[in-house]
């Protein structure tokens, strides 16, 4: 657990200036060696609107939050962008490892409103950043500009085992920006929207430096059309759970690697991180080429 709770800088579209509010700042010193992990999204979400709103009113509108020198739309409608801001708290050890690595292309399969894909912005060359949700899409296109990045491509289409059309269910809780392909999703609507495979998505590059999948319960479908991009990928940060991780270790260790856990979930979620050494990326390259 961190000593103390992370600068926080917070801009009201509305007001048009930066609230300071010290005695929020100092609550949040106060509790936060006690605040359990659990419960920090909704602490964050009653400080925040605490600065924005000091007399406890609603929030009316859309405001921007700068936090570990990246900045963040906060749409009035839709908390579970937070998860996003603190991303480095709520997955400390996949927020690390994947900051800590550097190339020329970053895949991010599920970017939702880019909580990975604007805090790499400037360690790779090239980000390819994957993204259905159409809400969720709009607030990662203005996350990208408010970061001021200009190496990001963003495809709005679901990724999956075949190039096609499918059904994206929404949450019944209201979460606009989260979505899946997988019909036991815990769906309240959906649309329909293009799905297409990595494979195809990524032919014109000949080496993948990382590649991270938060495919919402899909990950094993995104899995079955990548087995080129596998072959080509240095490493891979992926989002699993009871239901596929069994089945994701097997293809990971099938390509050459090496499967270790990262952050535990909510959920029973968990990321895994797949990496292997030149030997294993060359064996791979061989075992699939016989097949």
């Not at 009113?57 to 579970?80: Q, Y």
């Not at 990262?262 to 990321?271: A, F, G, Q, R, T």
Request: with cysteine.
């Amino acid at each position: 657990m961190l000593d103390k709770p992370p600068r926080l800088s917070v801009k009201s579209m509305e007001l048009g200036r930066v609230v300071h509010n010290r005695r929020v700042q100092w609550v949040r010193r106060a509790v936060w060696s006690t605040r359990p992990e659990s419960s920090r999204l909704a602490y964050y979400s009653f400080v925040l609107r605490r600065a924005l709103r000091p007399e406890g009113t609603a929030i009316r509108e859309d405001a921007i939050v700068e936090h570990g020198g990246v900045r963040f739309l906060l749409p009035k409608d839709d908390s579970e962008v937070l998860y996003s801001v603190f991303i480095d708290e709520m997955e400390p050890l996949t927020c690390k490892l994947m900051t800590s690595l550097k190339g020329s292309v970053f895949v991010d399969v599920g970017a939702n409103v880019g909580a990975y894909t604007v805090r790499l912005g400037s360690l790779f060359g090239k980000i390819v950043s994957i993204e259905p949700n159409p809400r969720a899409a709009e607030v990662l296109r203005r996350n990208i500009e408010l970061n001021h990045l200009h190496n990001v491509d963003v495809v709005e289409e679901a990724v999956s085992d075949s190039a096609g059309e499918t059904t994206m269910n929404v949450p019944s809780s209201g979460k606009t920006t989260r979505s899946s392909i997988v019909e036991s999703y815990n769906k309240g609507s959906y649309f329909k929207v293009e799905t297409n495979t990595l494979d195809r998505l990524l032919d014109e590059f000949t080496k993948i430096d990382l590649l991270k999948i938060d495919a919402e319960m899909a990950e094993v479908k995104v899995l079955n059309g990548a087995e080129m991009t596998l072959d080509k990928t240095a490493t891979v940060i992926i989002e699993t759970g009871s239901w596929s991780e069994k089945r994701v270790t097997e293809i990971l260790e099938k390509h050459g690697f090496d499967v270790a856990d990262l952050d535990i979930k909510v959920n029973e979620c968990k990321n895994v991180s797949a990496t292997r050494t030149n030997d294993n990326r060359s064996q791979s390259h061989t075992q699939a080429s016989s097949m």
